[in-house]
């Protein structure tokens, strides 16, 4: 009877032991899994905080050309008179107008037939 009793303790210890080991291959599993979860974390972190970075980089730039271009227009202190950007834009009409007259001058004459 104590031997059929060893045999069934031992069967049970052996079946005992396996689940142990099936226990810490999962725990392993799970530990991999978690610690593959972190990383992806601390890395999505990382990439958020380089878009803030870039995008408060983006604004403060924008900013700076949005006060220029103001600056420019004479809306802001410090920035060109209307007065002054209406001269510049009727130089520029009257100029590409002689430069349209000079290429229609020059342009060849082709004989016709």
């Given at each position: 009877?104590?031997?059929?009793?060893?045999r069934v303790e031992d069967t049970y210890e052996s079946q005992n032991d396996q689940r142990?080991?099936?226990?810490?291959?999962?725990?392993?599993?799970?530990?991999?899994?978690?610690?593959d979860i972190y990383d992806d974390a601390e890395r999505q972190n990382l990439m958020l905080d380089e878009s803030s970075n870039t995008f408060q980089s983006f604004g403060a730039s924008l900013m700076q050309s949005?006060?220029?271009a103001s600056q420019a227009f004479g809306l802001g202190p410090g920035g060109v008179?209307?007065?002054?950007?209406i001269g510049?834009?009727?130089a520029a009409l009257v100029g590409l107008w002689i430069l349209w007259k000079l290429v229609w001058w020059w342009r060849p004459v082709s004989p016709s037939p």
């Open positions: 009877m104590s031997s059929s009793r060893d142990l080991d099936e226990l810490h291959s999962k725990l392993r599993t799970l530990r991999g899994v978690t610690t949005s006060r220029r008179k209307q007065w002054r950007l510049y834009c009727v």
